[in-house]
């Protein structure tokens, strides 16, 4: 028996019918006679009946056999998974529709491969992402369809969305963390009300930046994000925060956290309006304020112990008084070294005895003083003819250095309620929304360069990368035994980012047998890859 191949043209068609069929002799001739059709099996079987029938039984030789194709698979895989296992599909809309599919497909492509929409539409020849999301194999996507139109449903979506993240992570009496970063911004955005110049943050100055401010709990999970225009101070956007809280998310009686510089007096006020606590810490002219009212003194901060005293004004207010050793060290070595170099300076301008200008001359050193911000140290002056003189002041240096790694939290919440202990964990908390922007803007989400000159996809694409955060927060959570494992290895290996690339190396491979596409399979995870799908707790194959 054998196959063969019959091929018929009609008009501009081409038939195709493929038999098996068998040779005999009959009266001494030789004939043929058909066994079955097999036209409509699938190419792969037809290939194996092929091998069969030809006496080399159901293996091929390694030439027949290529690797027509190779695309990432176990990345995309994993962090959809996981997207879905979190319920960020059906927050995101409770139906399945493309449109949902496209948004877990930018999602979950923030954390695999970053970069423009454009960028993230066209790798459909190297990722299944777009596949797994619904998406014929190897065809392009529309960026207009399938990127910029469920931004938009996005955007409408996203305050239902973030309440019920809120409903998931917060509740009344919790402590929530909040705070605020900018971001800079390239090129034209004349039809912008958001996108403006403001105080960089980060050493970046002079661009146009967006602001930003996060909600998170008390772990540093980010349940919801705002975009304000880049010239926005942070305290000022509080109180619509706490009113947010208050009647959007309907939570009660929170600690409201908050860095030093957003919660001052008057936000506090704002805050408790709302019958909420408040978490924060002092300003070092708010600690030289309870030093001269003998609230403090400076033997009272401990760095193996914290300190607890009340206001006397208002014994409602509790203070944490606490001590960083590391940071006493830094501070006085970068103070000294910052003295040093301008006194330095201060010696080089003082020896010119010859007339001067005394404007330039007042100039020159309001820029010195300007460039190091330590101004307050030195007391000087400029005569008429241009000569300085100059002074240390050395008892403002030493109050100084008697607080150095000194901080005070400052809470009014009730020491049943929450300890010396922890309020100081409470404030120290706000590092994990400081890691969630170091993450959301360049460790691995890079939240720019953004390439939308519309607001409201601005807002959409930041929106996309929080939610992204969202599966990495989680995920680094399921992964932290791994990590930990690995914090006191000497030659420490694992990061979320090398975790990422090895997932990655999980192909889909498209199989061919004599230029036939016969399979399609996915490379087996090795010993490392499945524990990190056990400790995600997905399952890709």
């Not at 949902?100 to 960028?119: C, E, N, P, T, Y």
């Not at 996108?195 to 349940?223: N, T």
């Not at 003083?369 to 240096?397: C, H, M, P, Q």
């Amino acid at each position: 028996m054998y196959v063969e191949e019959i091929k018929n043209k009609q008009g501009k068609k081409l038939y195709r019918t493929v038999l098996i069929r068998e040779s005999y002799k009959e009266n001494g001739k030789v004939k043929h006679r058909t066994i079955a059709n097999i036209s409509r099996l699938p190419a792969s079987q037809i290939v194996q009946i092929k091998a069969v029938l030809s006496g080399r039984g159901a293996f091929l030789s390694d030439e027949e056999l290529e690797i027509a194709s190779s695309r990432e698979y176990g990345a995309s895989a994993a962090f959809l998974e996981l997207g879905k296992r979190l319920g960020l599909d059906k927050l995101l809309y409770s139906r399945r529709e493309q449109w949902r599919d496209d948004l877990m497909a930018m999602i979950a492509g923030r954390i695999v491969f970053q970069g423009s929409k454009l960028h993230l539409s066209n790798i459909f020849m190297d990722s299944v992402l777009w596949e797994l999301c619904g998406h014929p194999p190897g065809v392009s996507i529309d960026v207009d369809r399938h990127c910029y139109a469920p931004m938009d449903k996005l955007l409408e979506r996203q305050e239902s969305i973030q309440k019920q993240l809120a409903k998931r992570h917060l509740e009344d009496g919790c402590l929530i963390l909040y705070d605020m970063t900018n971001t800079w911004l390239e090129g034209e955005y004349t039809d912008s009300e958001l996108v403006d110049r403001g105080l960089g943050k980060g050493g970046k100055k002079g661009y146009k930046q967006i602001a930003i401010g996060l909600i998170a709990d008390k772990r540093g999970c980010p349940v919801a994000i705002e975009v304000f225009n880049g010239h926005t101070s942070d305290q000022t956007t509080v109180k619509d925060q706490a009113e947010r809280l208050a009647s959007t998310y309907g939570v009660r009686e929170i600690v409201f956290a908050g860095d030093r510089g957003m919660l001052t007096p008057k936000r506090i006020e704002e805050v408790t309006g709302y019958g909420f606590k408040t978490l924060t810490a002092l300003t070092h002219p708010q600690i030289f304020e309870l030093l001269e009212r003998d609230v403090i003194q400076p033997e009272l901060f401990d760095e193996r112990r914290i300190e607890e005293v009340r206001d006397p004004d208002n014994p409602r207010i509790r203070y944490m008084l606490c001590k960083n050793p590391y940071t006493m060290r830094r501070e006085r070595e970068t103070r000294d070294s910052l003295v040093e170099r301008v006194s330095s300076e201060f010696e080089k301008i003082a020896k010119v005895r010859n007339k001067r200008d005394k404007g330039k001359v007042c100039a020159r050193i309001g820029a010195l003083l300007g460039r190091y911000k330590i101004g307050k140290f030195y007391n000087w002056s400029v005569s008429d003819t241009g000569a300085v003189e100059w002074s240390l002041d050395n008892e403002l240096i030493g109050r100084e250095r008697l607080f150095d790694g000194c901080y005070i939290v400052r809470t009014d919440v009730e020491e049943e309620n929450m300890s010396t202990v922890e309020a100081v964990a409470g404030y120290k908390a706000l590092a994990g929304v400081e890691k969630a922007f170091r993450n959301l803007k360049t460790v691995s989400l890079e939240i720019r360069p953004i390439y939308h000159k519309k607001d409201d996809r601005i807002r959409a694409h930041v929106f996309i990368c929080m939610l992204a955060y969202y599966i990495q927060w989680h995920a680094t959570e399921c992964l932290e035994p791994m990590f930990e494992s690995d914090r006191s290895n000497a030659t420490r290996r694992w990061s979320f980012q090398i975790v990422i690339e090895r997932l990655k190396s999980i192909r889909k491979e498209n199989l061919k047998i004599k230029g036939i596409e016969v399979a399609s399979k996915i490379t087996t995870p090795d010993s490392e890859q499945q524990k990190i799908l056990d400790l995600l707790g997905v399952k890709i194959r």
